[in-house]
Structure formats: structure tokens, C-alpha cells
């Protein structure tokens, strides 16, 4: 199975400064066939379900608002958020789809400093 | 709109079962890969399970592997999960996912239905 992890657990960032989340992946989700990364990322915020804000590592979800951006491949992953803003507050997900099971890193929780 | 509404949950004793159902409407639902997603209380996220679209195959994860059984009803629109041998750690909030256009990933996500396993 292919493990997870985030860094860091949790961060607080100033409103209109960049925050950086970072993903990585015991062994690559980056399919040769196609050269595409099998992660995504997801956004809960307290009491909601979770919602898609990436996929493909940096393909954005539609309505996401483009402060949101993914980069990486393989195995290290970054979810950068470039101007936070009060709404953001929340916990954020990656996850691998590589294969099954479409495991889920423990999560990144961004609060307001 | 894409909706899915998931039911069934309750409280349950240790060793016993439960069917959770997900209604799902607003797209073309024999098209779509589906997933559940479970999140114990004050706990992350967990893929529990999925079922293809194309042939009906299966996957589980490893913990509830031999207890739970997806499936899907493409006439009714409708994903269930059957779960038995219930255990104190499957508490959670059961999540119905939709995957997306082209892959795996989750792009749609209900409310979720609250498993409680508890004597």
C-alpha cells in the first residue's frame, strides 16, 4: 500500500501570506504511460465534507479560487495557498489514486496567525 | 447539480451490522466510479472502499477487507456498503464520493451518515 504523509500538521499563517503545505507518497503516483500524478487534494473545512480543490497534482478543480496551486511529482507534493484568506481556514488532504487502496495523508490543519 | 445523500446510519452493538445506502442524482450515475469515505470522530480521512462503473469490480481497504461489501444499483441510482462484524473502530461518519471525469479522484461528496458501534 502506498503511505502518506503531511508536513506540517498544522500552521498559521497571516491573512494575504503564502502558505505552503507539503504531500509526500512512500513510492511514486507519477503513471509513465500518461505522465500524469495520481494526487489530489481536498479541502474540510469544521463541519463540512471534504471538497476536491486539485487533482492531477496541479490541475485545478472548477471554482477554485486560483490563490490555490499544486505542484510537484512522484513522491514530494506542495499545496500552496499564495494570499490566505479567513475562508481558508480549514484542514487539507492529500491523496494518492495511484492505486488501491486510495490512501489519505493525515492532514494539514491552517488557522490565522 | 450533483447530489448524494447517504442513509442507514445508527447506533449498532459490537459484532453486528448495518447497510448504508447513498441516493445519488444530478449526473449520469452508471458512468461513475463511486467511493466510500469514513472519518472517525475528530479523525482524518479514510478510503474505505470503491466500485468501478465499467465491470462492477471491488476494492476495500485493508481494515474492513472480508467484512464490508460495496455495490451498486445503476437502475435505483443507488451505492450501498453493507458492513458486518461491526467493531468499536469503524465509528465514524460514512462519506459517499463520487469520482471524477477522468480518474479516481473524489470530486463530489455527500453529507455523510453517522455509524456509531457502541454496547
Known amino acids: 500500500d502506498i503511505v502518506m504523509t503531511q508536513s506540517p500538521d498544522s500552521l498559521a499563517v497571516s491573512l494575504g501570506e503564502r502558505a505552503t503545505l507539503n504531500c509526500k507518497s512512500s513510492?511514486?503516483?507519477?503513471?509513465?504511460?500518461?505522465?500524469?500524478?495520481?494526487l489530489a487534494w481536498y479541502q474540510q473545512k469544521p463541519g463540512q465534507s471534504p471538497k476536491l480543490l486539485i487533482y492531477?497534482?496541479?490541475t485545478r478543480e472548477s471554482g477554485v479560487p486560483d490563490r490555490f496551486s499544486g505542484s510537484g511529482s512522484e513522491t514530494e507534493f506542495t499545496l500552496t495557498i499564495s494570499s490566505l484568506q479567513a475562508e481558508d481556514v480549514a484542514v487539507y488532504y492529500c491523496q494518492q489514486y495511484y492505486n488501491t487502496p486510495f490512501n489519505f495523508g493525515p492532514g494539514t490543519t491552517v488557522d490565522i496567525k | 447539480e450533483v447530489h448524494l445523500v447517504e442513509s442507514g446510519g445508527g447506533l449498532v452493538q459490537p459484532g453486528g451490522s448495518l447497510r448504508l445506502s447513498c441516493e445519488a442524482s444530478?449526473?449520469?450515475?452508471?458512468?461513475?466510479?463511486m467511493s466510500w469515505v469514513r472519518q472517525a470522530p475528530g479523525k482524518g480521512l479514510e478510503w474505505v472502499s470503491g466500485i468501478s462503473n465499467t465491470d462492477g469490480s471491488t476494492y476495500y481497504a485493508d481494515s474492513v477487507k472480508g467484512r464490508f461489501t460495496i455495490s451498486r444499483d445503476n437502475s435505483k441510482n443507488t451505492l450501498s456498503l453493507q458492513m458486518n462484524s461491526l467493531r468499536a473502530e469503524d465509528t465514524a461518519l460514512y462519506f459517499c464520493a463520487k469520482t471524477g471525469y477522468y480518474s479516481d479522484y473524489l470530486d463530489s461528496w455527500g453529507q455523510g451518515t453517522l455509524v456509531t458501534v457502541s454496547s
Open positions: 492531477w497534482a496541479s
Open positions: 444530478g449526473f449520469t450515475f452508471s458512468t461513475y466510479a
Open positions: 513510492q511514486s503516483v507519477l503513471y509513465s504511460s500518461n505522465n500524469k500524478n495520481y
